[in-house]
């Protein structure tokens, strides 16, 4: 890629006070993390994602979602954060003004990168709670019996099932995390929006709340997206190539 782009892009981004980085699972995919619209290999290339993280599903085949969980948590285990996660952790280090990273990844490897101040939008893979929160909205169940061999495990308060933490489709987002997103999406100068199809409400709404707000948008992403109309810099190609060259660009 020329190096206007990149450079345009992080004039943007040195001159925000307020910054809000909003990713999707393309900043995961270079950690071997498959995103959600591509195909899903082995076991689950006949399953739909969207078939399996509802509610309904859980309760219509809960051993069958839970080991889907259970397998998409060991490849988060397996994975690395990669050079775009590293360079965003970097981006909040260097950066004067503030920054908030807003993901729709339920995986922790923002956190694992390094970056402090993140909004799970859709949740937390590595955290399960109580199906029924029979203690409280949620029942967050830290230690699983291990001599429970029932799957999905049941919650050693009620005798529920147990679930993963995060939001399936049809269900409502954390409100106190979505509140925030919303805030600094209207309070922000630049967006930095990486990795996401930008088709799922109510994320997907965010760069416009943004743009509607007067802020720059910049979209990364090898692909066109409803975002990229919105983009006033479009760097188009893999986060984990380019975002460490928007940092060398900004120490420049
Ligand atoms: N770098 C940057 N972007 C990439 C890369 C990469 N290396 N590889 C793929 N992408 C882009 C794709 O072009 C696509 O636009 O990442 C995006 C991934 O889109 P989705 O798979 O739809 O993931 P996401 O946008 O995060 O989905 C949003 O939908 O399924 C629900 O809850 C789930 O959080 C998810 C939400």
Redo the contacts with the bound molecule.
């Keep these: 890629m020329s190096q206007e782009p990149i450079q345009y892009a992080a004039d943007l981004i040195r001159s925000a006070r307020h910054l809000v980085i909003l990713t999707?699972?393309?900043?995961s995919?270079?950690s071997g993390v498959p995103?959600?619209?591509?195909a899903m290999d082995g076991l689950w290339a006949r399953y739909d994602?969207?078939q399996l993280?509802t509610p309904h599903a859980f309760r219509a085949n809960p051993q069958l979602v839970w080991e889907w969980y259970e397998w998409r948590r060991g490849l988060v285990s397996e994975s690395m954060p990669n050079a775009?996660h590293m360079a965003l952790a970097l981006l909040e280090q260097l950066h004067p003004g503030d920054v908030l990273t807003v993901t729709?990844?339920v995986d922790d490897l923002h956190e694992r990168a390094g970056s402090q101040d993140i909004v799970h939008l859709?949740g937390n893979i590595a955290r399960n709670k109580c199906l029924d929160n029979c203690q409280g909205e949620p029942t967050l169940i830290e230690n699983l019996d291990p001599t429970d061999q029932s799957v999905p495990p049941r919650c050693p308060y009620c005798g529920g099932m147990v679930r993963p933490d995060v939001?399936w489709f049809g269900e409502t987002l954390p409100v106190h995390a979505i509140n925030r997103a919303i805030e600094a999406s209207q309070l922000c100068d630049v967006m930095l929006v990486?990795?996401?199809?930008?088709?799922?409400n109510p994320?997907a709404q965010l760069p416009m709340l943004a743009a509607q707000n007067g802020a720059s948008i910049i979209e990364?992403?090898?692909?066109t997206?409803p975002i990229t109309p919105l983009a006033k810099v479009k760097l188009t190609g893999?986060?984990?190539e380019l975002l460490p060259q928007v940092i060398t660009a900004l120490e420049g």
């Excluded at 999707?24 to 900043?27: I, L, S, T, Y």
């Design positions: 999707g699972a393309g900043v995919k270079e995103t959600f619209r591509e994602p969207q993280a775009g729709q990844n859709h939001v990486v990795g996401t199809s930008g088709l799922v994320a990364v992403n090898p692909d997206t893999a986060s984990g």
